[in-house]
């Protein structure tokens, strides 16, 4: 069993595959996250093998796995009108094909917006989607990102996520990324009621499918339905709480990726704080975190 805690930010890729895995080393980061394209959409760069499997080699070599690729912000495949479903799925059939030159990769995006349709109708339209994806049988993971509920977000809440879910075909690639943020600002209380919040997650979805966590701290209050991150320990969830997080036997072995707003240094700052409140016992309960202020300097809000 893993007992090195697996935990890495999202990196740029605009110098590419080979500066993201030096970049992921030099914070002591063992995976990482990546846009495939422009998070506002648009056309994605001409697939540079050689580069890609520099970082393969390199990343091997440095124990560097577990690569999140994240879709576009501005894909809806749930969207009113048509051509926009079409280019959500045209776009992350695209990068799927992209990723199965990467191995060991999963593919997370946001499930969508209902636009005024109703949470039933995104639903059935979001599985639409997902089932048309499957029929190509990629070998990479795809992730339902676990939703803040602001708007018309589909994904609000476990209920949403598992409908979408039941209604895929072939889903045994089909996963969960949960954001600390989101299911926080979605009205789970993981700061006081961990426990809980991961047996209903286990009750509706299965803890089998959750593959991934987005570590973000909080601007908001619980339950606000916004969606605004902060860097660890600067927000309402706070330093303890990520401690508990990372520790809890149900998630210690999964890979954690931080999307705070904050410079490579400054996720660096943040990984080797997490790193020291990590531990092998099998759970163990954090008492002496103090929810003090990290440095660093913040460049990214999402």
Do not use: W
């Not at 048509?82 to 776009?91: D, I, N, Q, S």
């Not at 299911?183 to 959750?210: A, K």
């Amino acid at each position: 069993m893993n007992h090195k805690l697996t935990i890495g930010c999202h990196i740029s890729s605009a110098k590419g595959f080979y500066q993201m895995g030096l970049d992921a080393d030099k914070i002591d980061a063992n995976c990482f996250q990546f846009f495939t394209r422009n998070p506002r959409g648009g056309k994605a760069k001409v697939l540079d093998l050689e580069d890609l499997n520099r970082m393969m080699d390199y990343s091997k070599a440095h124990g560097i796995s577990h690569f999140l690729a994240h879709a576009p912000y501005t894909l809806n495949a749930c969207a009113k009108e048509e051509r926009l479903r079409t280019f959500a799925y045209e776009t992350m059939l695209d990068d799927l094909q992209r990723l199965e030159h990467l191995s060991g990769a999963m593919y997370n995006f946001h499930p969508g917006s209902h636009v005024q349709q109703g949470a039933e109708v995104g639903i059935q339209l979001i599985a639409d989607h997902l089932n048309r994806l499957n029929e190509h049988q990629f070998r990479t993971s795809i992730l339902l990102e676990t939703m803040s509920g602001k708007g018309s977000e589909v994904g609000r809440n476990f209920q949403e996520l598992r409908a979408i879910i039941d209604k895929v075909e072939h889903d045994r690639n089909l996963g969960v990324c949960l954001d600390t943020c989101h299911v926080f600002d979605g009205g789970y209380d993981i700061v006081d009621h961990l426990d809980e919040v991961l047996q209903e997650f286990d009750r509706c979805i299965g803890l089998d499918r959750l593959k991934a966590i987005h570590l973000n701290d909080s601007m908001n209050e619980l339950g606000s339905h916004k969606d605004r991150h902060a860097r660890i320990g600067e927000g309402t969830i706070g330093q303890a709480a990520m401690a508990r997080i990372i520790n809890h036997e149900q998630l210690k072995n999964l890979p954690f990726y931080l999307e705070t707003p904050n410079e490579l240094e400054g996720h660096g700052e943040e990984i080797a704080f997490l790193r020291k409140c990590y531990t092998k016992d099998r759970y163990m309960p954090i008492h002496t975190i103090s929810d003090k202020k990290l440095t660093g300097t913040s460049n990214r809000n999402k």
